[in-house]
Antibody, heavy 116, light 107 residues
């Protein structure tokens, strides 16, 4: 069974940093492009970043470019999202999802709250 | 960025109804479109990709059509499990973008 499990969410002050992790099981993560998608409370979905299977290529939404960094460790079957200079509008559930174009497997999400 | 506009925002229907959800892209995305279903408190679930290909395990009452800028998701006979929010997503051009969602609720 494919399972993606996010962790690392929590409450952080504006301007702070947080690192999210996504651990995969039942799934050879190294074969897949991986993404982070977020959903603000009561709002729709927003794709924010992806990373190629080899980690050579990354892409970001303008809303997070320069503040967030995606990375991966295929040996640990994990993907990460380093978030810095956090703003109130970054408050959301953050999902990791597999796929190079569309998203077949999703984690359950981790909640990030940016508030003083 | 490519804007994805879904209509209606909310759709009220009965079990057994045929329902059609629309998704419009601000520019030509060819067939680079996926549809997802999301229930409250859960992650989205892939239903259709490449505009019309049904994901494995998804009931055949779901179907997708369209290309270019106009797309539809049809549920041929609405079931109790189908009351949820549906999102379209384009993957023709970065950044990938989603529509704002259509909530299908019980009439």
């Amino acid at each position: 069974e494919v399972r993606l499990v996010e962790s690392g969410g929590g409450l952080v002050q504006p301007g702070g940093s947080l690192r999210l992790s996504c651990a995969a099981s039942g799934f050879i993560l190294s074969s897949y492009e991986m993404n982070w998608v977020r959903q603000a409370p009561g709002k729709g979905l927003e794709w924010i970043s992806n990373i190629s299977s080899s980690a050579i290529n990354t892409h970001y939404a303008d809303s997070v470019k320069g503040r967030f960094t995606i990375s991966r460790d295929n040996a640990k079957n994990s993907v990460y999202l380093q978030m810095s200079s956090l703003r109130a509008e970054d408050t959301a559930i953050y999902y990791c999802a597999s796929g190079d174009l569309y998203f077949r497997y999703w984690g359950q999400g981790t909640l990030v709250t940016v508030s003083s | 960025d490519i804007q994805m506009t879904q209509s209606p925002s909310t759709l009220s229907a009965n079990v057994g109804d045929k329902v059609t959800l629309s998704c419009r892209a601000s520019q030509n995305i060819r067939s680079g479109l996926a549809w997802y279903q999301q229930k409250p408190g859960k992650a989205p679930h892939l239903l259709i990709y490449r505009a019309s290909i049904l994901e494995s395990g998804v009931p055949s009452r779901f179907s997708g059509s369209g290309s270019g800028t106009e797309f539809t998701l049809t549920i041929s006979s609405l079931q109790p499990d189908d009351f949820a929010t549906y999102y379209c997503q384009q993957y023709n051009t970065y950044p990938w973008t989603f529509g704002q969602g259509t909530k299908v609720e019980i009439k």
